[in-house]
């Protein structure tokens, strides 16, 4: 019964199933008696799981006596199987008893290497299956050692690691401190799972405040967005499904108290805790507090916002080295540009005489007709070519006839255009691939053509910084440049189907877990 009592203790220990030490000792104890007979033979050992007793077998398998031997000490003919076992077939084993083993040292050394080997195995194995389902939880550990600032951390039946930039600025451990992380990432590797702890994740404050707020544990209130600065500054977006309940005051407790351990949690880390709203406009002025803002102007073809503050107002909306207005802007999803009501007014009025000039150019018209046609909200004389005549005619100082021609001249003006276009790219050679690519617009494609840029390859052979170049800051930018370039990678044929949803679903693993915004709430809240 010894040898039960030694599987059963490994297994209690280690956190495994006796059945499997139980199966590591038997290949050990295999392994060895290979060692003893020879490995060329069919060795296999059992053990009793009731009396613990250890017994060992020679197999050999019966072949067809015109097969091929593969193993003289494995496997036998039928004609010398049937001499002393007449009822034997193809494919059965004849199994002989072997006397018990007596173990060498070196046999019992090989022993224990595969024993222990084994038991590792199935201790990785068991650490896997208990964490693979927990990433997004919180736990906590005992620090066991600390090296360059990376942390190796015991949860108790297994080790994480949380990465140095994982851990908030200025925070220092040493061994035996207690720390509180989140599981973010559980990994199968070949020297065993990988659990891998964050700190710094803008889910660790948002399952903080889960554990702090009931109410957000009950899913009264929801966490809708995060976004940390990870030991400075942080702005969290809360919604109330119940209207008795006001999501910010939950949050910060009786005075302060709930808002306040999570702030000590993370080491003084302000935290402004902001309600969330479906109009965005009005999010993102409340996330932008305390800065007082004028006016919001949206553009939600591209996702981005100018936000109009006065200009004492500038700095603090702002924030230091951007951080307020960035934080801001991971809250809401948008693109915030924020600028003074003088510069607003300024670029509105470079705007008008720059729509203006284009109408009096492209129209022949007076002054007073652009002017009309850019307060009335035109950008581009495909809108007026577009637009009802009743429409135009409706404008003040206008009736049909006034709109008949300008909508006539439009569509003249757009045609000259087109074939001024069709002539350039006879000229420079332009394929059709680079016409049709997504993302220019036809000045685009001439002056790439000009600079050398007349295949939808050439295209993709470009750098973002190159683009940028040839088209101008002023016409374009990083984004649109990337875009623009990786739209022609994939039309050109650079990446497999295979390859195009591995990087996509890479950009939306990095895009993604709770970005968000709040209202100031500092531990002082």
Not at 153 to 160: F, M, Q, S, T
Not at 172 to 177: A, L, R, S
Not at 185 to 204: D, N, Y
């Amino acid at each position: 019964m010894e040898i039960l009592q030694v599987a059963d203790a490994v297994a209690r220990e280690k956190g495994i199933e006796q059945e499997v030490v139980l199966a590591a000792m038997e290949e050990a104890i295999q392994k060895a008696g290979r060692s003893k007979y020879g490995h060329e033979f069919d060795i296999r050992v059992t053990i009793n799981r009731q009396s613990g007793d250890i017994k060992l077998f020679r197999y050999q398998e019966v072949i067809e006596d015109d097969a091929e031997m593969e193993s003289e000490s494995a496997q036998i003919f039928l004609k010398d199987a049937l001499a002393t076992h007449p009822d034997i077939k193809v494919g059965e084993f004849i199994i002989e008893p072997l006397p018990p083993l007596d173990f060498g040292r070196v046999a019992a050394q090989t022993a224990r290497q595969v024993i222990m080997q084994k038991v590792r195995e199935a201790e990785r194995e068991r650490q896997f299956e208990e964490y693979k389902d927990r990433v997004a939880e919180i736990v906590n550990g005992v620090v066991k050692r600390v090296e360059y600032g990376n942390v190796t951390v015991d949860l108790g039946r297994a080790e994480g690691y949380i990465r140095r930039d994982e851990t908030l600025p200025r925070e220092h451990f040493k061994n035996g401190d207690r720390v509180r992380a989140y599981i973010y990432e559980v990994r199968q590797e070949q020297r065993g799972p990988q659990i891998f702890l964050s700190r710094t994740h803008p889910a660790f404050m948002a399952k903080l405040f889960q554990q702090e707020v009931p109410e957000i544990y009950d899913g009264v209130i929801e966490i809708k967005a995060v976004a940390r600065d990870p030991g400075s500054r942080a702005k969290i977006a809360v919604l109330s499904y119940d209207n008795s309940i006001d999501p910010v005051g939950a949050c910060v407790g009786m005075r302060g108290s709930r808002v306040q351990a999570v702030v000590n949690e993370l080491q003084g880390e302000k935290i402004d805790i902001i309600p969330w709203t479906e109009d965005v406009a009005s999010f993102v002025v409340s996330a932008l507090a305390p800065a007082q803002v004028a006016k919001v102007v949206l553009d939600e073809d591209a996702h981005r916002m100018d936000v109009v503050v006065p200009d004492e107002q500038l700095s603090l909306a702002i924030g230091r080295r951007g951080q307020n207005v960035r934080l801001a802007s991971i809250l809401s999803g948008w693109d915030i540009d924020i600028m003074t009501e003088a510069e607003e007014s300024e670029r509105r009025n470079a705007e008008f005489k720059t729509r203006s000039a284009l109408f009096m150019e492209a129209l022949d018209v007076d002054e007073v007709i652009a002017h009309l046609l850019v307060i009335e909200g035109f950008s581009t004389i495909e809108e007026i070519a577009e637009t009802e005549i009743t429409e135009l005619a409706r404008i003040e100082g206008f009736d049909e006839d006034v709109a008949a021609e300008l909508q006539n001249r439009a569509e003249i003006y757009i045609t000259q255009k087109a074939e001024e276009f069709e002539k350039n790219c006879k000229k420079l050679k332009i394929a059709d691939d680079l016409i049709s690519a997504q993302g220019l617009t036809r000045d685009m494609i001439i002056t790439l053509a000009e600079n050398g840029v007349k295949t939808l390859e050439d295209l993709a052979d470009l750098a973002s910084d190159e683009f940028i170049e040839y088209i101008g800051e002023e016409k374009t930018d990083q984004d649109h440049a990337n875009t623009v370039i990786m739209d022609a990678r994939k039309a050109a044929g650079w990446f497999a189907d295979e390859e195009e949803e591995d990087a996509a679903a890479e950009e939306g693993e990095d895009s993604a877990l709770l970005e968000g915004a709040p209202q100031e709430a500092s531990g002082a809240a």
